[in-house]
């Protein structure tokens, strides 16, 4: 197992840009506080456009790199793609071993997704991907007897310490991106495909209002809105 892939924070994102409407600001925080932070992108995204002539293929490459640019404006270390299919995640063993592999390989202290809980209009990508996060996490990725095959390659249980879910209808944490904001903003600008044009200025708008709304109650003036769950192991 090697040690330089340890990471302290672990995000998954069910498409390429969820990450950064959802926590770039933390994101780029963490890494300028000296944390290691590491994305896996579960989808291609390659569903993600209104435009007839887009083919899929090309529409996958594109928001690699867009993908692949945002995360390095925020610092992120490393950017794995699994690879499956938009709108086509399930939660099956799989899958749900996938992200335990990951987990056990960069052993994060935070695991950070989409609030599988989230009522009604809610991406099927995003409800599917937060559920197997939080079951790979407790007890999938603590258990060495889950996928005894891990373990003879070497990737040993992992506790994770905490989950924070995007996208929350209750959040219950609120994390300081007043000076990260605009780096919030710089990775978010990077996915052309999905924000791209005039629309922007509207986006960047909103996600100022709602930031402010977030740190109503704090001591900051903008913030990213989670529900923190803490694992008291
Ligand atoms: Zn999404």
Request: proline share 4%; with cysteine.
């Amino acid at each position: 197992m090697s040690e330089k892939r340890k990471a302290n924070i672990m995000i998954i994102s069910p498409h390429p840009d969820d990450a950064e409407f959802g926590a770039a600001g933390s994101v780029a925080r963490w890494v300028k506080e000296g944390k290691k932070v590491v994305y896996l992108i579960c989808t291609g995204g390659e569903k993600g456009t209104s435009d007839l002539s887009v083919n899929p293929e090309d529409l996958t490459l594109l928001r690699r790199k867009e993908q692949q640019d945002a995360a390095n404006i925020l610092g992120v270390s490393e950017v794995i793609f699994l690879g499956y299919e938009d709108q086509g995640l399930e939660d099956t063993p799989e899958f749900r071993k996938e992200i335990v592999r990951y987990i056990r390989l960069f052993r994060p202290e935070t695991l950070i997704t989409a609030d599988p809980y989230r009522r009604y209009i809610w991406h099927r990508d995003h409800r599917i991907t937060g559920q197997v996060v939080l079951d790979a996490a407790f007890p999938y990725a603590r258990d060495h007897l889950s996928y005894p095959d891990l373990l003879r390659e070497g990737l040993l249980p992992h506790k994770v310490k905490e989950m924070l879910f995007w996208g929350s209808e209750h959040p219950n944490y609120y994390s300081d991106i007043t000076d990260t904001f605009e780096q919030k903003l710089a990775a978010l600008k990077c996915h052309h495909s999905q924000v791209g044009g005039r629309q922007f200025r509207s986006i960047a708008r909103l996600l100022r209002e709602r930031s402010e709304t977030a740190a109503a109650n704090e001591t900051f003036n903008l913030a990213e809105a989670f529900y923190r769950a803490e694992f008291k192991w």
